[in-house]
């Protein structure tokens, strides 16, 4: 009876030893580019004309995943990426009960700058995300993105800013109905006093000025009314496209 048990024994090892060499290989996990993951500046048939609004895509293998928002919306993304494209649905919902959600599917094309735009949409329709540039803290021509107290968060107006040929910066910006600009003198310490000057159909014409210091993501200080440098906000300037 001994010699039975370790014959079925021996058997049974040998089984389960072959069925194990048998077993099909894990597939190979697909990796997205982790260069895609990060912040970028988006625009939409939503977005009012001047703006922008902070898109946040998080990369895990070849799924991509985002959200931003833009009230009175809350909105997300989800996907694979495949081919250099995101590939997926772009969702919509509101903040309050009255307002549905809204849900398409779209592919998200990287051109060589790194922007991803819809394929297909119609024009003034697609959706375009330009990614974030790089830190810039000293003024420079170019687009910079603005934000200051009472704009929504993660929303941004892009902003031109010009250096003529006196020393002295120019930036002109419009959004909502409103047309604004500033006058920048650089300081010796980096960064620039502006004074600054927007005008609006409903509310007609607003002054003041502002001290804008070097921060880790470009520019930021504080900002006023009249000729106080502060007292109403945060103004901040972050370099999107500059020479």
């Known amino acids: 009876m001994r010699r039975v048990r370790t014959a079925w024994s021996l058997a049974f090892a040998v089984m389960v030893l072959g069925c194990g060499a048998r ?28 703006m922008r609004v902070a898109v946040w895509l998080h990369v ?20 694979r990426w495949r081919d250099d494209a995101f590939v997926g649905a772009w969702r919509q919902e509101g903040v309050i009960a009255i307002q549905q959600r809204r ?11 790194g ?21 810039r803290t000293a003024p420079s021509p170019g687009l910079w993105l603005g934000r200051w ?53 409903r509310d007609g014409v607003a002054r003041g000025a502002g001290r804008l210091l070097p921060d880790v993501l470009g520019l930021r200080g504080g900002y006023g009314v009249d000729d106080r440098e502060d007292g109403t906000g945060i103004w901040t300037l972050e370099a999107l496209d500059v020479r």
């Not at 849900?103 to 700058?113: I, K, M, P």
Request: no cysteine; net charge negative.
């Open 23 to 50: 077993r099909a290989p894990a597939p190979a996990r697909v990796e997205g580019p982790r260069d895609v993951a990060g912040l970028y500046w988006g625009r939409w048939s939503e977005v009012p004309d001047g």
């Open 103 to 113: 849900e398409r599917a779209v592919r998200l094309v990287r051109g060589g700058d």
């Open 115 to 135: 922007t991803l735009r819809e394929e297909g949409a119609a024009d003034g329709e697609a959706i375009e995300l330009r990614r974030a540039g790089r830190a």
């Open 60 to 79: 895990d293998g070849s799924t991509v995943r985002g959200s931003w928002d833009l009230p009175p919306w809350h909105g997300e993304l989800a996907g």
């Open 149 to 201: 107290t009472g704009l929504p968060p993660g929303v941004a107006v892009e902003t031109q800013l010009t250096a003529p040929a006196d020393g002295t910066f120019r930036a002109t910006y419009r959004y909502q109905l409103r047309e604004g600009s500033f006058d920048g003198e650089a300081l010796a310490g980096g960064g620039m006093s502006i004074r600054w000057r927007e005008v609006s159909a």
